[in-house]
């Protein structure tokens, strides 16, 4: 949750001046008691009347850094991003999707509706789908970059290996042949299925 409260600061922080002052209005609005603090309850109405339903109620917990109870105006600004960018269910288990998640590249590059899965259900292969090609949400997009639809370059998403230091006095033969293997294992296995591992 960290994470997105960092996220959510950033945009604002980079936001024009107005949209900034939308935002201030937007937590005004639900504190509905005036007393510069969002409630639980005014949490629960606020979902309930813009058709959030879709969030936990225990997700205030989550919002609440401070464990005072309350929201503040960057706790509920952190819930704003979240509505916003989030919605995914994990296909397996059926929980909200918050983090890093896994979707069928087919379905995402069809356009259609995607099939994600949390790192748990796919994990333990809890989930039955038409499709193999799985990647996690961040290595898609990096996989993604300057391609045409329905292509992926996993090499893109990857980082560059550092060259190795050939004045080093002990190179493990032993290990530098099984991480070359691993890696041809990968990109052979890339023809198939997008695969990091």
Avoid at 38 to 65: A, P, V
Avoid at 73 to 80: G, N, S
Avoid at 85 to 105: E, M, P
Avoid at 109 to 128: A, E, I, N, V
Wanted: include cysteine; hydrophobic fraction near 35%.
């Amino acid at each position: 949750m960290e994470e997105f409260h960092e996220v959510a600061i950033a945009y604002y922080n980079n936001a024009p001046r107005n949209l900034q002052r939308l935002a201030w209005s937007f937590f005004l609005a639900l504190d509905s008691d005036g007393d510069g603090q969002i409630s639980y309850m005014e949490y629960i109405n606020f979902l309930r009347q813009c058709g959030y339903g879709w969030i936990s109620s225990n997700f205030f917990k989550d919002l609440d850094r401070n464990r005072d109870g309350c929201l503040g105006f960057w706790e509920v600004l952190t819930l704003y991003y979240v509505i916003k960018t989030r919605g995914l269910w994990c296909q397996g288990c059926q929980t909200c999707l918050v983090g890093l998640y896994f979707t069928c590249v087919s379905c995402f590059d069809s356009g259609s509706r995607t099939y994600d899965l949390c790192p748990t259900c796919y994990k333990q292969k809890k989930f039955s789908h038409n499709h193999t090609n799985f990647m996690d949400n961040h290595l898609l997009l990096r996989s993604k970059r300057g391609l045409p639809p329905g292509t992926a370059n996993i090499n893109l998403a990857l980082a560059p290996r550092s060259a190795i230091n050939a004045n080093s006095a002990a190179v493990d033969d032993d290990l530098m042949q099984s991480f070359q293997a691993l890696e041809t294992g990968v990109n052979a296995g890339k023809t198939s299925t997008c695969i990091v591992m």
